[in-house]
Structure formats: structure tokens, C-alpha cells
């Protein structure tokens, strides 16, 4: 089974990832940061976790305001270095996790946790400015991570008592995942600073103690602040260590504490804590218990014949073909598809099986392959054929057929104006 080894605290701040860029290490002014790192190194050596559970939030770089979640779970099968202006990092890509991505995914929506899920967006520095110092990365990393981005920017954001009740969802979905593995829990952010308006500069050191020592000996207390009380004494941008919380909320009542460095050069001070679990974890239910109740609302759905529920695994091992299928939403992607849609194919890295699947237009297989049918429907639209057409396909019928099982002969389509749909 699963094990968490512990939980690691980090700062998030670009600083750290531009220190290490920046070969700073023998700088007297940077290498303070280096130091509080070292025990995370070593300790990460010694551990040896196959994944890191890590809990970061992006800042405004992959996600927008257009879509904005509270809690996004990655869930795909590699993460890059996101561009956030001047060109990414020299950083390779990490891998993802997806099945233990998706085990955590049942676990957490079962226990009342609404998700969103997001794959193939690169990640930003609340990621991999603290982990490119944390694991050595030269020939590649070390193992894996299942990133939970935390919508902090826009209010309102996830209560401090919703972070710490999210922890102990998280250990019982990670120790019930059944394959071996060691997991470590890292949450990033904080501690108190403040980066806009007149109190940009603000920073609070004594509660930055005050904080770390209740996160260790009585978090529940933290949990019971509120938004407003967190900025008023860590600054509002301060307010993430929220985020600290589910680490805590993920480990035992009672944590040894291992490690803790502090150093404050400038807006945001850089902070390192390690935890390992020093009481017992009960668990109510055994993990056969459990993971027959987070599966219990799909239960039986594989018996329905002819239906393909949209699971998280039927998307990652989807997501290219049906990326492509989305972009047919853009004119001039679908000028392109229907002049030449053999170089797009190319561009878009499709296999030969989907680029198959979609030169047939082949609707049931691609069903079966893991395409969503409300981007078939585009498709359809697109090259002129109506969802009924579709439909009927579907049950390998022709059109006649199938009409003949609807009440009204009708035909429609999602197509909009301009559209020529084939009768």
C-alpha cells in the first residue's frame, strides 16, 4: 500500500529559482537560502518518496480568470517549466502520477471535495522555483509529482478550516491507493508578505513564528482563523500558507518536527519545515472498505452495455485527440482541417491509430478509443454531417434506420451560420 513518509514545508518565492539559476551559492547574501535546503536534500535522499504530493498555486500563468477553480488535481502524465514572461527555466519536464492522481480524485470527490482537474499546462515557479533546489534534477528527476494547484488569488478563496479538513481526506485516499509506494506531502507559499498596493513591503516575522509553532503543535487553532485575520498578520498574499494546512491536515495528530530554517532577505521570507508522523493514524474503515465506498457512484456502470463513462484515464490517455477535436472551434483551424488536414495531424502529434479514427470519421471507435462525443459533435458539424448521422452510427445503424426508432424524423446539428450540413 501507500505510505506518506512525511510533510515538507516550503516558500515559493522566484527568488529561490533565480538563486539557483544565478549560481548564487557562495554569495553571502543568497546562501542562507541554500542552507535551509540542504536537510531537505538530505532528507529527501533518505526517503527516496516515488511521488511528491505537491500543493502550490499559480499565479495567474497557466491559469486565468476566465476558469478559476479553488481546487485544481493534475492529473496528467508530465508537467513542464512554465514561460511566465522571460522564457521557462532550464528545467526538464517532471513526470505525473496519473493513476494516483486518480485514485485521490475518487477519494476526495467521494468525501465531498469538489475538483477540477487539469492536465498538459505547464507549471509555474509556486512549483518548481522550491523544487528545483529540493531534488536534484541534472539527469532528470527523481520521481514523480501529482500537483493540487490552490485558487488563492481570487476571492473568495478556500478557508484555512477547508485546507486542514482536505489534509485528512488526502491521507486516507493516498494510504488506500494499492500499489507500493512512498509519498511525500510538500505544500508551498508564505509566509507573511504583502506585494501590492501601499502596504507592498509588509512583512511580520514574529508571526511568522507564531504560525510555524501552531502549525506543528495545534493546527486546529490555524484553522480557525479567517481570511481577513491572516492578513492582517501575514499581509494578504501572505494568506496562502493556508496552503500549509493540508500538509499538516495530511500527517498525525502529533508530528516531530525534523528540520525548520528562516531567512528573510527581502519582500518574502524563505522557510523550510520537515515533518514525520510521532502518534498513530487509526483508520475507521479498512482500505477494502474504502475504496469500495469512493467507487460506489460508478459502481456497476460498467455492466450498461454500449456505455463509455469519461473517466479521468480515458482523458490523460485521450487528451491529445481530443485537443485537437477542440481546436475545430477556431475558423481557421477548421479552414485548415477541411483543405489539409494530413500536416495537422503531424503538428498535433496524433498516432496513426487517431489520425485513422478521424480520417474515417469512425464515430463509435472513437468512442471506444476515449474522444468525448461533445467534441464528435464539432467534428460532425464541421465536415457537414448531423448528430443524427452520428447517433445512428453509433448503434451501427444508417440514418433511416435509426429514425425510424425516434418519435419525429428531425435532423440538427450544432453547427451555426454559414454551416452546409449534408441531409
Known amino acids: 500500500m501507500a505510505r506518506i513518509v512525511g510533510g515538507i514545508g516550503s516558500s515559493h518565492t522566484p527568488t529561490i529559482g533565480f538563486a539557483l539559476d544565478a549560481k548564487k551559492q557562495a554569495d553571502p547574501v543568497w546562501a542562507p537560502i541554500f542552507e535551509g535546503y540542504k536537510p531537505v536534500q538530505r532528507w529527501l535522499q533518505e526517503k527516496r518518496p516515488d511521488v511528491l504530493f505537491f500543493i502550490y498555486n499559480d499565479h495567474v500563468t497557466s491559469f486565468f480568470f476566465d476558469h478559476y477553480s479553488h481546487f485544481a488535481l493534475g492529473v496528467g502524465a508530465e508537467y513542464a517549466v512554465a514561460d511566465e514572461g522571460g522564457g521557462p527555466r532550464n528545467l526538464p519536464p517532471i513526470k505525473g502520477h496519473p493513476a494516483l492522481a486518480r485514485h485521490i480524485a475518487t477519494a476526495l470527490t467521494a468525501e465531498e ?16 522555483s522550491p523544487l528545483s533546489v529540493m531534488w536534484p534534477h541534472d539527469a532528470g528527476w527523481p520521481g514523480a509529482i501529482v500537483p493540487l494547484q490552490v485558487g488563492v488569488l481570487e476571492f473568495p478563496i478556500p478557508t484555512a478550516r477547508r485546507c486542514f ?13 494499492p500499489e507500493d509506494l512512498k509519498v511525500a506531502i510538500v505544500a508551498t507559499g508564505g509566509l507573511a508578505h504583502q506585494v501590492h498596493g501601499e502596504r507592498a513591503g509588509f512583512n511580520n516575522t514574529p508571526w511568522d ?9 495545534r493546527p486546529e487553532e490555524l484553522s480557525g482563523l479567517t481570511i481577513a485575520q491572516y492578513a492582517e498578520r501575514g499581509g494578504l ?25 528562516y531567512y528573510l532577505p527581502s519582500m518574502t521570507p524563505i522557510v523550510t519545515v520537515i515533518y514525520e508522523d510521532d502518534s498513530p493514524v487509526t483508520a475507521v474503515e479498512s482500505d477494502a472498505e474504502f475504496r469500495e465506498r469512493i467507487g460506489r457512484e460508478l459502481a456497476g456502470v460498467e455492466r450498461l452495455p454500449g456505455t463509455y463513462p469519461f473517466t479521468l484515464d480515458r482523458s490523460v490517455k485521450a487528451y491529445r485527440l481530443n485537443h485537437f477535436l477542440h481546436r475545430l472551434i477556431e475558423p481557421e483551424f477548421r479552414r485548415r482541417f477541411l483543405a489539409d488536414p494530413e500536416p495537422m495531424f503531424a503538428e498535433a502529434a496524433l498516432t496513426d491509430e487517431e489520425r485513422d479514427l478521424v480520417r474515417r470519421r469512425d464515430w463509435r471507435a472513437l468512442i471506444h478509443y476515449g474522444a468525448i462525443f461533445f467534441l464528435l459533435e464539432k467534428l460532425a458539424a464541421v465536415v457537414g454531417v448531423t448528430n443524427l448521422h452520428v447517433y445512428a452510427a453509433m448503434r451501427g445503424q444508417t440514418l433511416e434506420e435509426f429514425q425510424k426508432t425516434r418519435n419525429a424524423q428531425v435532423l440538427y446539428s450544432v453547427a451555426g451560420q454559414g454551416a452546409h450540413i449534408k441531409q
Do not use: N
Open 113 to 128: 471535495f469538489d475538483l477540477s482537474y487539469f492536465q498538459a499546462k505547464p507549471l509555474d515557479h509556486g512549483c518548481f
Open 237 to 261: 498574499e501572505g494568506a496562502e500558507v493556508i496552503m500549509w494546512l493540508i500538509m499538516r491536515g495530511a500527517l498525525a495528530t502529533k508530528v516531530k518536527k525534523l528540520h525548520s530554517a
Open 209 to 217: 513564528e507564531e504560525f510555524l509553532d501552531l502549525l506543528e503543535r
Open 165 to 177: 479538513r482536505l489534509g485528512g481526506a488526502l491521507r486516507r485516499a493516498i494510504e488506500s491507493y
